[in-house]
């Protein structure tokens, strides 16, 4: 699994502790805490969601050691040779997937099955999907965030479409003089809308108050501004975004979803504090009917994900009444108790912690991250290593590619060398490739393998063992290739060093020759029409010596079928023509003859 994703995975069951904790203490001191210290207390648990601080030691990273403690303790094949650093063809880093291991621990937990061939298919599905997971992730994170953003950008249309700003020029002072009262320096339009549900405040960098109708009472439009100004002040449509950002982040996480919930009511509640804070607790009644009359309101539009609203849900709103009715001020215990509970939620995050990010840099590295115990542990769980060629001879059987290359990496030179052998001479072309991508660059078996390849004229072995070459062996290796006149080996070594266009010059030259080659056995090239004695060729077919590139043409209005003949050292001899079952093979090898048409210089 990708490591990022891991710190992230334990940033959310950190946020998930706290929200639980947070939750019991509202259930419990919900009326003798104030509801803004209920409302920006959640800003801790966003940021525990977001970032991975925490001391070096935490409750993650004790969970996290525990977890690798018991796996090392059940595994019996230890980590005693460390794997090299060389990728597996198509993983992303260069130690063995964390995935890869994972289902290792899992298979020897298990133990040897009669069924372990049947699974190996499953198993390898499995490790891919674990080893990318972090894609699903990602995606369904930016589509989330995506269509908010697009939802957002909506609601801004439509609101933009039916606006008219105030022009009455009574109510327009009396929203300078609360400003002015309020704080609120920073000039705020006022506009009108009569499809809104309610009033509500929009636009991050220049603000604007929106009402469903000017007719407003003179009282009701003083606690509709105010209400709306506090909301500005504190920031609170920034506020909102960034926890819309962290549920995206967290969209598989539901408690992430209820914060959100109980954040945008905290919003509301704490707003109406604020308000009543500053008119007075005798204003309760009045604002109470203030809110009443915005919910009476005729207006359609009810999304508000890009604003603040005066009232915005119509199920919130007798508990607010109740909470308005029963605002009094704070008591300075009230006030202690909030801040020692704040201070005991802030530790409480860094406590939780994060999956420890040193020892993913050491694991990064290659470094062993042990404590005293765990050394002890490994050395008590070294005394019962396993034999590795039998492990690697089970999951060659088992065909299981990740598991033979860990197993493969904990042999001694001589047993890798035997297998590498195996598998030349077999041709199994997939375990040399897994197999020789877990030696060290100046293991001497990659350069007699390379040599091999190279004089057999083994291509694919050999383009594999390019792949762990720097570049001023693959250098060497063009020039020789160049002098030898071998044009396969060329071309991988052209690639390989990114010379295209020296590759495209050379491949003329080779196009010239081969040409040359053709007509002088009788095969004449037009375009793309081969022809042979004078006849249009139907299927024209031209496999290397050692089958690691073919020719294949196939025109429909031809009316023979010829295959060049080549020596052991791939010159061309001669031309034959190609007999029925030949033709019969061909075609039920290639599928359906319509897709092979024109087909050249394909792997064989």
């Not at 010596?545 to 060049?564: H, Q």
Request: one cysteine or more.
């Amino acid at each position: 699994m990708n490591t990022v994703l891991k710190i992230f995975l334990s940033m959310s069951v950190s946020g998930s502790l706290l929200i639980l904790l947070l939750l019991l203490e509202k259930r419990f001191l919900q009326n003798k805490i104030s509801r803004q210290w209920q409302y920006y207390i959640w800003l801790i648990v966003v940021l525990r969601l977001l970032l991975p601080f925490g001391p070096e030691t935490s409750l993650m990273g004790k969970t996290y050691q525990a977890v690798d403690l018991a796996i090392t303790q059940a595994v019996s094949l230890p980590q005693q040779q460390p794997i090299q650093n060389k990728p597996v063809q198509g993983s992303s880093g260069g130690n063995l997937a964390p995935a890869v291991e994972a289902e290792l621990d899992s298979e020897r937990l298990s133990g040897p099955t009669d069924d372990l061939t049947a699974a190996r298919p499953l198993q390898d599905i499995w490790a891919l999907f674990i080893d990318h997971i972090w894609l699903v992730w990602l995606v369904a994170a930016l589509g989330l965030l995506i269509r908010k953003i697009t939802i957002y950008q909506g609601f801004m249309r439509y609101i933009g479409a039916g606006l008219a700003p105030v022009s009455n020029t009574e109510m327009l002072n009396r929203l300078s003089i609360i400003a002015e009262q309020s704080g609120v320096k920073r000039p705020i339009e006022l506009c009108v809308n009569p499809l809104v549900s309610s009033p509500l405040l929009i636009g991050f960098f220049h603000p604007c108050i929106v009402l469903p109708s000017e007719n407003i009472p003179e009282k009701d439009f003083q606690y509709i501004i105010l209400h709306e100004l506090i909301h500005y002040k504190r920031r609170d449509m920034f506020y909102k975004w960034l926890v819309q950002v962290t549920v995206c982040l967290h969209w598989f996480n539901p408690l992430s979803h209820l914060m959100s919930r109980e954040m945008t009511k905290d919003c509301e509640f704490s707003c109406d504090e604020a308000v009543l804070a500053k008119m007075g607790c005798d204003s309760a009644q009045d604002y109470g009917k203030t809110l009443l009359d915005a919910m009476a309101a005729v207006g359609k539009y009810k999304e508000s994900l890009g604003a603040v609203t005066l009232s915005e849900n119509k199920r919130l709103l007798k508990e607010r009444l109740e909470a308005i009715m029963r605002f009094k001020g704070r008591s300075k215990t009230a006030r202690l108790l909030a801040v020692v509970l704040a201070l005991c939620v802030a530790l409480g995050a860094a406590f939780i912690g994060v999956y420890p990010v040193l020892a993913t840099s050491d694991q990064a590295t290659g470094k062993p991250v042990t404590t005293e115990n765990e050394n002890s542990t490994q050395a008590g769980t070294n005394t019962r290593i396993g034999d590795y060629a039998a492990q690697a001879e089970r999951y060659y059987k088992a065909d299981s590619l990740p598991l033979f290359q860990i197993a493969f990496s904990r042999l001694d030179e001589s047993a890798q060398k035997t297998w590498l052998e195996k598998f030349y001479a077999d041709g199994d072309f997939a375990f040399f490739s897994v197999a020789v991508r877990s030696l060290n660059a100046d293991n001497p078996l990659l350069a007699d393998y390379a040599e091999k390849a190279y004089t057999d004229g083994e291509t694919a072995f050999f383009s594999t063992l390019t792949d762990c070459m720097n570049e001023g062996e693959l250098e060497l290796w063009l020039d020789r290739a160049l002098k030898d006149d071998k044009w396969a080996f060329q071309s991988i070594l052209f690639d390989k060093l990114h010379m295209d266009d020296e590759k495209d010059a050379q491949e003329k030259v080779w196009a010239e020759q081969q040409m040359e080659a053709y007509q002088a056995v009788g095969v004449t090239i037009d375009g793309k029409n081969y022809s042979y004695k004078g006849q249009l060729v139907n299927i024209f077919l031209d496999v290397r010596a050692n089958k690691s590139f073919c020719t294949l043409d196939m025109n429909p209005s031809g009316t023979v079928n010829i295959k060049i003949i080549r020596d052991a050292n791939d010159r061309i001899t001669g031309v034959a023509y190609m007999t029925e079952a030949e033709v019969t093979e061909l075609l039920g090898d290639m599928g359906d003859p319509d897709n092979t048409a024109n087909a050249e210089d394909h792997p064989g």
